[in-house]
């Protein structure tokens, strides 16, 4: 048996779940959600969060909310998830205001206990991203993810006092396997800012944000993984380095590129990827997943405020409503809201059959 299906068996065991709580459940919770956050000052929100966590998990209330700050991007990556162009709220409008993102995290307060401040685009290209960040940093955990392109302007700090989670996007451990997923970006540059962010959280010393560094894994960066995986996390001592299967993303393109166009992505020996590919036929499948889907516990607030299913339900295609005219938290508690959320867990909608998750 190989170290790869050993790996598979293992993670269905309880054994998974105990190491799990330890590595990764129990540090977030005490250490991060409580300690590092009252110590940042967020005493309020530190806690009443026991109290809201519970309230999500009996299923009254979104424990997180993902916002669509903006809809455009400085980088064209060329499988891009959620593709500014695409995205449909992205064409009518593209920066949230600040008054409409206040009035949202009015209505979300006390209710919800995470803000993801990332959908289409780059965050951080917000004009008022710092601003954003301290209206809602004592109010609610807030996470992002950003190419680390443009981090000047007070975004910096914003960052290390405001952000709990941070993720960047950081796919190859050479200039020249990163710039080729990351179109228009600098590799130096990239470094550079996300090794300023790094440096700027331990002289604070709080231990937050928590900084995830993800690599998408292709054909062209996938001998590089072992070397970034310990770079990020030996010599730059983030909290967690993730490899990330790539998806071709065929379903979100502008031009009418097919998965035959693309499959030279796709990793040729990383078992890191998400399609069955038979080179006889040139037949690529996507892998089946068995588990319930959970991404659909997380509605998205698309920049001209239809509430999204999903992040992968781009197009809207399951309706539920729109902020301007309803609340979240109330449509959630309703037989409708409840049914679509039962219909995505067992990937019943046709988005669920492309998308990948
Ligand atoms: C759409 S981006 C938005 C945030 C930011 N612009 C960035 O790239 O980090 C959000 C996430 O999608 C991931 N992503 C981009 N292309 C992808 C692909 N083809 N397959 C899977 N994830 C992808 C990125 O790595 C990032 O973690
Ligand atoms: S940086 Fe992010 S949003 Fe921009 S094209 Fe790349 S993956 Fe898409
Ligand atoms: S399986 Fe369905 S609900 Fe889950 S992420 Fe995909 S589209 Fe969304």
């Known amino acids: 048996m190989d170290v790869g299906t050993l790996r598979k068996q293992l993670s269905t065991t309880v054994l998974a779940d105990v190491y799990r709580f330890f590595r990764y459940a129990l540090p977030d919770f005490v250490l991060n959600r409580i300690v590092r956050t009252m110590r940042r000052g967020q005493v309020r929100k530190a806690t009443l969060y026991p109290f809201r966590l519970l309230a999500s ?16 991007c400085n ?13 449909i709220g ?5 920066h949230l205001d600040l008054v409409e993102f206040k009035r949202i995290a009015d209505e979300l307060e006390g209710h919800v206990t995470d803000l993801s401040l990332v959908y289409s685009g780059e965050p951080l290209l917000h004009p008022s991203f710092k601003e954003i960040v301290e209206y809602a940093k004592t ?35 050479s200039k020249e396997s990163y710039e080729k997923y ?5 590799y130096d540059s990239v470094l550079a800012n996300v090794n300023a962010v790094i440096d700027a959280k331990q002289r604070a010393g709080l231990g937050l944000p928590v900084v995830t560094i993800t690599f998408l894994v292709n054909s062209y960066n996938e001998d590089e993984v072992e070397s970034a995986r310990s770079y990020w996390l030996e010599n730059r001592g983030v909290n967690y380095f993730f490899d990330k299967p790539i998806n071709l993303n065929v379903h979100r393109r502008s031009d009418d590129k097919k998965e035959h166009d693309l499959v030279h992505w796709l990793p040729r020996k990383s078992k890191m990827t998400l399609y069955k590919t038979d080179e006889a036929s040139g037949a ?11 991404i659909v516990q997380t509605p998205v607030i698309r920049g001209d ?12 295609s399951v309706k ?16 409708k809201y409840a049914t679509i959320r039962e219909r995505g867990a067992n990937r019943q909608y046709p988005i669920c059959k492309v998308c990948g998750k």
């Open 57 to 72: 998990k009996l299923k009254r209330r979104p424990r997180r909310v993902m916002i669509d700050l903006v809809s455009v």
């Open 75 to 87: 980088l064209r990556c060329p499988m891009c998830s959620v593709p500014p162009d695409i995205a």
């Open 90 to 94: 992205a064409t009518q409008k593209k």
């Open 139 to 173: 109010r609610f955990y807030l996470s992002t993810i950003s190419n680390g392109t443009v981090i000047k302007g007070g975004r910096l700090e914003a960052l290390v006092d405001g952000i709990d989670y941070l993720q960047f996007s950081f796919d190859g451990l």
């Open 182 to 186: 990351r179109v228009g970006a600098n």
């Open 284 to 294: 690529i499948e996507v892998e089946k997943k068995r588990a319930p889907c959970s």
């Open 305 to 316: 405020g239809e509430i999204l299913m999903c992040c992968h339900d781009l197009n809207n």
């Open 320 to 335: 539920i409503g729109n902020i301007e005219n309803n609340n979240l938290v109330e449509l959630w508690g309703s037989q």
